[in-house]
T-cell receptor
Framework: AQSVTQPDIHITVSEGASLELRCNYS??????LFWYVQSPGQGLQLLLK??????LVQGIKGFEAEFKRSQSSFNLRKPSVHWSDAAEYFC???????????FGQGTTLQVKP | EAQVTQNPRYLITVTGKKLTVTCSQN?????MSWYRQDPGLGLRQIYY???????DKGDVPEGYKVSRKEKRNFPLILESPSPNQTSLYFC????????FGPGTRLTVT
């Protein structure tokens, strides 16, 4: 069955520090992969996506993610976190047949000054 | 501006009182869908629509109905809401890259 696991429910980092949010997926073929961010009281904004090709993808707001097929992972990274990055982050895999997005449980990022 | 709009944004209702949450998009996407978000569960798809007059169940369709009479609108209907449908609901447009509305927070008492 298709699934997405985000092992870290809550992460706290200091402003200016680097960030890595983990995402592992289960999918029978080459997946479509996404990272979304949700600020408090807001909808979901697409940060970046992977469909094929280069396994390191760049997104908005200085984020990047790397697709590693051997590890079934799609971890999100940012070299220097800003206080405005505090939000909830969701990893998702796209079902190519139905278009459904299968989401992980989310990781809440807190940024310390 | 390309966007997905939902109304209402907040709704408190009572068990059994029919309600409709509207969703509209101006991006001309054929594919639209509804998700619900619950703490610790992420988002789960309720229904989706590949095109006008074509709808299908997602992972959690029980207690919900949808219709797709025109491309831009995809309303979510709760004919007899129950407290377990208290949740945050998102409409999305686009298939391989989905754009989400601002959400509707529904409370059923």
């Amino acid at each position: 069955a298709q699934s997405v696991t985000q092992p870290d429910i809550h992460i706290t980092v200091s402003e200016g520090a680097s960030l890595e949010l983990r995402c592992n997926y289960s999918y029978g073929a080459t997946p479509y992969l996404f990272w979304y961010v949700q600020s408090p009281g807001q909808g979901l904004q697409l940060l970046l996506k992977y469909f094929s090709g280069d396994t390191l993808v760049q997104g908005i707001k200085g984020f990047e993610a790397e697709f590693k097929r051997s590890q079934s992972s799609f971890n999100l990274r940012k070299p220097s976190v800003h206080w405005s990055d505090a939000a909830e982050y969701f990893c998702a895999v796209g079902d190519k047949n139905t278009g459904k997005l299968i989401f992980g449980q989310g990781t809440t990022l807190q940024v310390k000054p | 501006e390309a966007q997905v709009t939902q109304n209402p944004r907040y709704l408190i209702t009572v068990t059994g009182k029919k309600l409709t949450v509207t969703c509209s998009q101006n991006m001309n996407h054929e594919y639209m869908s509804w998700y619900r978000q619950d703490p610790g569960l992420g988002l789960r798809q309720i229904y989706y629509s590949m095109n006008v007059e074509v709808t299908d169940k997602g992972d959690v369709p029980e207690g919900y109905k949808v219709s797709r009479k025109e491309k831009r609108n995809f309303p979510l209907i709760l004919e007899s809401p129950s407290p377990n449908q208290t949740s945050l609901y998102f409409c999305a447009a686009g298939r391989y890259e989905q754009y989400f509305g601002p959400g509707t927070r529904l409370t059923v008492t």
